[in-house]
């Protein structure tokens, strides 16, 4: 694989960002002061993670977000200092903030996730059309949405990005997945609690969960579908073929962001020129790289294209 040429544009949009804030503490325990290390912090939110891991694999994909009050400016300096390119949108209400904190004791995470501040109609709507006067070939549109903003609007951005040729990935939960199923994207990364909500029923085994993911590209949810399996890797499934991507073993010290870094390495993957099942692989071992990193790193280049390998040698 070339690991520099990128040929195709990547953009990202995110909704609800948020600045990430990440500490240590000995013990958490109710009522006591929990004495925390000095905070770090990294910018957050699903599309701009997605950004963020396209850059670390050596792509570019750059990110469109709300951005608002203090906080806004914030996460602006953030992502300035990490060289991406950014596309603000301004918005009234604050970007929320975010909390991890890692129990040393214990070595348990605690993720404290905030709602974000509602969007005024005319501050959604400006987003659409922002995005409509952009040109690019994949649009990867992940995370939730804030107050405010309907729950279809997935499905909103899936009708204006098929009448332009643009390819859709969305990763997301709750009604704005079921809304942007049923308009029909190019991918969807739901992991399997996701896909049981799509199907209705419960995936009891392996062949259910296969039945499910072909009846979903069935019906136009996706041209592609991507199963997150957690540890367990990816099922990749498209109207005529399925495969398992199983992730490789690592030592696992966050699993913070490695959602995120998937979708980043399928999507750089494919915008390189790799076929989908190849995209996969390599979003794959960009899940695992980030679970190597602490706090709310996300993957990193070359644990990246070692596991790929790796993958690839184990899997052919």
Not at 6 to 12: E, K, N
Not at 44 to 55: K, L
Not at 168 to 182: K, W
Request: include cysteine.
């Amino acid at each position: 694989m070339n690991t520099n040429a990128q040929t195709s544009r990547i953009l990202s949009l995110t909704m609800n960002p948020s600045v990430d804030e990440s500490s240590r503490t000995d013990r958490v325990v109710p009522d006591d002061k929990l004495r925390c290390s000095a905070p770090e912090r990294e910018p957050g939110g699903g599309g701009i993670n997605v950004s963020r891991a396209v850059a670390k694999l050596g792509g570019s994909a750059p990110a469109f977000f709300t951005a608002g009050g203090p906080p806004g400016e914030v996460l602006q300096t953030l992502l300035a200092a990490e060289g991406l390119e950014r596309h603000p949108l301004a918005v009234d209400g604050w970007t929320r903030s975010n909390l991890t904190v890692l129990e040393e004791s214990a070595e348990q995470q605690f993720r404290f996730v905030f709602p974000g501040a509602a969007l005024a109609e005319t501050e959604w709507q400006r987003c659409l059309g922002e995005l409509e006067d952009q040109h690019t070939n994949y649009l990867v549109a992940s995370g939730s949405l804030p107050p405010g903003v309907p729950e279809d609007f997935y499905a909103r951005l899936a009708e204006r990005s098929a009448e332009r040729g643009v390819k859709l990935i969305v990763d997301t939960s709750g009604a704005p997945l079921e809304h942007a199923a049923r308009a029909g994207v190019y991918l969807l990364k739901p992991n399997i609690r996701e896909l049981q909500q799509l199907a209705g029923a419960s995936v009891e085994d392996e062949e259910g969960l296969e039945h499910f993911a072909y009846r979903l590209v069935a019906r136009g949810a996706c041209d592609v579908l991507v199963v997150s399996l957690g540890a367990g890797g990816a099922l990749l499934v498209t109207d005529d073929s399925h495969h398992y991507v199983r992730s490789p073993t690592v030592p696992i010290k966050s699993k913070v962001g490695a959602g995120d870094s998937m979708v980043g390495g399928i999507v750089l993957g494919l915008a390189r020129g790799l076929s989908v099942l190849e995209a996969v692989r390599f979003g794959v071992a960009a899940g695992a790289a980030a679970v190597m990193t602490p706090g709310t790193e996300l993957c990193r280049r070359e644990d990246t294209e070692q596991l790929y390998t790796r993958t690839r040698q184990e899997q052919d």
